[in-house]
Structures are given as C-alpha cells and as structure tokens.
C-alpha cells in the first residue's frame, strides 16, 4: 500500500484513537451496567441495566470495534510502522481480531440473552455478563498501554527491513560526490 499523507496520517490517527478511546468507554459503560443489573435488588434497575446494555450493543460496539480494527489496519499499512515490523504492532492487530470477533459472536448475543430474560422477569443472577466486560476492557488498557509504550522490538522481518534499510543509507552515503575541492 502506498504511504499516506502527512494530513491523511494524522487524520486517521485521531480516528483510530478516538474510536479506540470510545471502544474502551463503551466497554466501562456495559461493565458498569453489568455491576449494576447483577448487584441490584430491584427487578426494574436490573432489567433497566441490561435493556441499556443491549442498546450499546445493538447500535455502538460492533462498528465502534470494526472502525477500530479498520483504522489501525489502514494506518498499519500506510505508514512506515507496518503490520509485522514491530512485535507491538503483531500483538494489538491480534488482541483487536480477537476482540472484534468476541464481540460479534460471544459478547452481542450473550447481552441479547441477558436482556431478554431481564424483560421476561428471569434475569440472569450469574457472574456471565460481568466477567466479559471485565476481560475486554482489561484488553482495551492492556493495547492503550501497548500504543503508548510500544514495547519489544522488531520482529525479524522488521529487524531485515531495518538491516536493509541502513545498508541502503550506507551506500548511497558512499556514493555521494565528496564536497570536498581539490
């Protein structure tokens, strides 16, 4: 892929984190709910909790993750960090993919579950819908601290990328005509 521009860089940087920062809030906002519906001994808090869980779910967390995901793909690939040049890159592109596909087919349809037996007056009294809100935004500080620190190095390939990269340098410095006048 092409690099992108100065401009189209920094604008899909501040996509990607202000999508990222929303995919974490919305992910307190159902760990929240989930604290509230499980803990309350009122049957109209804990249905109120879980029909809001569902709204978050229904309208927000699947294309908050997806633009996520597609953000930092797009930066990935247009920018000199790459894909698979830096283990930390690897690490959150994985940790995303999964979460994403979590989200889709585990988190969705377990809080449809949950709000559904919450109208139907059986909400569930279980540690279910606690603990995969609790997992996803340990994930989502686990990647925020990824992208700030950017630990590791680079991966092999990046390491050869590198290797080449300053052989090229190294040459054409050799190369140059010297400034010096005889």
Same mark, same amino acid.
């Given at each position: 892929?092409?690099?992108?521009?100065?401009?189209?860089?920094?604008? =899909?940087?501040?996509?990607?984190?202000?999508?990222?920062?929303?995919?974490?809030?919305? =992910?307190?906002?159902?760990?929240?709910?989930?604290?509230?519906?499980?803990?309350?001994?009122?049957?109209?808090?804990?249905?109120?909790?879980?029909?809001?869980?569902?709204? /978050?779910?229904?309208?927000?967390?699947?294309?908050?993750?997806?633009?996520?995901?597609?953000?930092?793909?797009?930066?990935? /690939?247009?920018?000199?960090?790459?894909?698979?040049?830096?283990?930390?890159?690897?690490?959150?592109?994985?940790?995303?993919?999964?979460?994403?596909?979590?989200?889709? /087919?585990?988190?969705?349809?377990?809080?449809?579950?949950?709000?559904?037996?919450?109208?139907?007056?059986?909400?569930?009294?279980?540690?279910?819908?606690?603990?995969?809100?609790?997992?996803?935004?340990?994930?989502?500080?686990?990647?925020?601290?990824?992208?700030?620190?950017?630990?590791?190095?680079?991966?092999?390939?990046?390491?050869?990328?590198?290797?080449?990269?300053?052989?090229?340098?190294?040459?054409?410095?050799?190369?140059?005509?010297?400034?010096?006048?005889?």
């Amino acid at each position: 892929m092409k690099q992108l521009s100065r401009r189209a860089r920094r604008a =899909t940087l501040v996509v990607h984190v202000a999508v990222s920062v929303g995919w974490l809030g919305l =992910t307190l906002g159902l760990l929240t709910l989930s604290v509230a519906g499980y803990t309350s001994k009122s049957l109209d808090t804990t249905v109120a909790a879980y029909r809001a869980m569902k709204i /978050f779910s229904d309208w927000l967390i699947l294309p908050v993750a997806l633009s996520a995901l597609i953000s930092g793909l797009v930066l990935s /690939f247009g920018t000199p960090w790459g894909l698979v040049r830096h283990r930390w890159v690897v690490v959150k592109f994985w940790l995303t993919l999964a979460t994403v596909l979590l989200t889709a /087919f585990s988190l969705r349809p377990g809080i449809d579950r949950l709000a559904a037996d919450a109208v139907a007056g059986s909400p569930d009294t279980g540690l279910s819908m606690v603990s995969a809100p609790s997992v996803a935004t340990a994930t989502y500080l686990f990647v925020t601290a990824v992208s700030v620190l950017k630990p590791w190095g680079p991966t092999e390939r990046g390491g050869r990328l590198r290797a080449a990269q300053s052989a090229g340098v190294r040459d054409r410095a050799r190369k140059r005509p010297s400034d010096v006048v005889s």
